[in-house]
């Protein structure tokens, strides 16, 4: 298990001059930004997300894909809209990310779309549920040269798997894995980097052991554990880990709750990706769920005009001034991953 050098070495083979000097250019502008509090911008970006979808299969409990509580419509990301993207921005981005909210795999070109973006030597990965990787579909992602696949498990029991994963069964979860697992040694490929996603709440908190000696015995490569994030936290949630390392929140002397992360006026990630839903809106990252800080949609322009364009330009500036006045920005959970 923790193969991270190799991962760390396939992605390092996608970088050409031009990214690596892009990648330059967004540091520096970013620490710019940060000494003289206003929003200088350089470069392009160097990692997206994509949405194949906001449909799902389950129905977990602080999902609004789960809780089909979307104030956005439902689809799936069309050629259209995903090569005016992948054409626009290959030259300068390394990695690319097929996921915001949804199943991506219930997109039936999703595949597809993984082999566009793996012809034009970008890092690609995905998050999945897992239980849509049968014999064939499994060997269909080894083959389109997808090169991270994360596989969300928080449980190694039935009982403890589906007090998140609502719907889910965890015997289709390993029964995916090991499917994937086989593919890579049929075909004698090193991708995709497989990782379990462990999403830490307090009915599964006591497995964390567990299921790093289920992914040994699997082959996969790493377990990843990531804090939950709680929508209405103040008043405490049956799902806030007891584990303080595994927690986003604290609780105070008067009994409320609160974030644990003390927010800083200003973000990497509004330097260097974004993230498209599945019709084409650009929108900062992935705490927005709903898509209200649309900075630009692909139907009406060129991804450069939005990412150079006042709206983007505006919004850097209200992080710089004050991110605890931008909603989405109160529950972020930047460095909160824990890596077993």
Not at 146 to 155: E, H, N, P, V
Request: proline share 4%; net charge positive.
């Amino acid at each position: 298990m923790n193969r991270n050098w190799k991962d760390g070495l396939n992605y390092a083979s996608k970088l050409s001059p031009l990214r690596f000097w892009n990648m330059l250019q967004l540091v520096g502008s970013y620490y710019l930004s940060k000494a003289l509090r206003r929003p200088i911008h350089y470069g392009m970006p160097t990692s997206i997300s994509l949405e194949p979808t906001t449909s799902c299969n389950l129905r977990c409990p602080e999902c609004p894909s789960g809780l089909r509580q979307f104030s956005r419509p439902t689809g799936m990301l069309n050629d259209k809209v995903y090569e005016q993207v992948i054409d626009e921005l290959a030259p300068r981005l390394t990695y690319l990310i097929f996921y915001f909210q949804g199943e991506p795999y219930l997109n039936p070109k999703f595949l597809e779309h993984v082999a566009y973006a793996n012809k034009r030597k970008i890092y690609t990965a995905t998050s999945t549920n897992a239980h849509y990787l049968n014999d064939d579909v499994a060997r269909k992602t080894v083959a389109s040269g997808l090169d991270r696949l994360i596989i969300s498990i928080d449980g190694t029991t039935q009982d403890v798997y589906e007090q998140y994963r609502k719907g889910g069964k965890l015997a289709k979860v390993i029964e995916g894995t090991k499917n994937v697992v086989k593919w890579k040694k049929e075909l004698k490929s090193r991708t995709p980097h497989i990782i379990f996603q462990y999403l830490v709440v307090k009915p599964n908190e006591h497995q964390l052991e567990d299921v790093k000696k289920l992914a040994d015995e699997l082959g996969v490569d790493e377990v990843a554990f990531k804090t939950a994030q709680i929508y209405d936290y103040e008043d405490g949630s049956e799902l806030i880990p007891t584990i303080e390392k595994y927690s986003r929140y604290k609780q105070l002397k008067s009994g409320k709750w609160a974030i644990k992360n003390r927010l800083v006026n200003h973000c990497w990630k509004m330097w260097h990706s974004c993230v498209i839903t599945w019709d084409g809106k650009v929108v900062p990252c992935c705490f927005d769920k709903d898509a209200h800080h649309q900075l630009g949609e692909m139907s009406e322009t060129s991804f450069k005009a939005v990412w150079k364009g006042s709206s983007y330009r505006n919004f850097r500036q209200a992080l710089i001034r004050s991110r605890s006045e931008i909603e989405i920005c109160k529950n972020c959970s930047e460095g909160t991953e824990v890596w077993a």
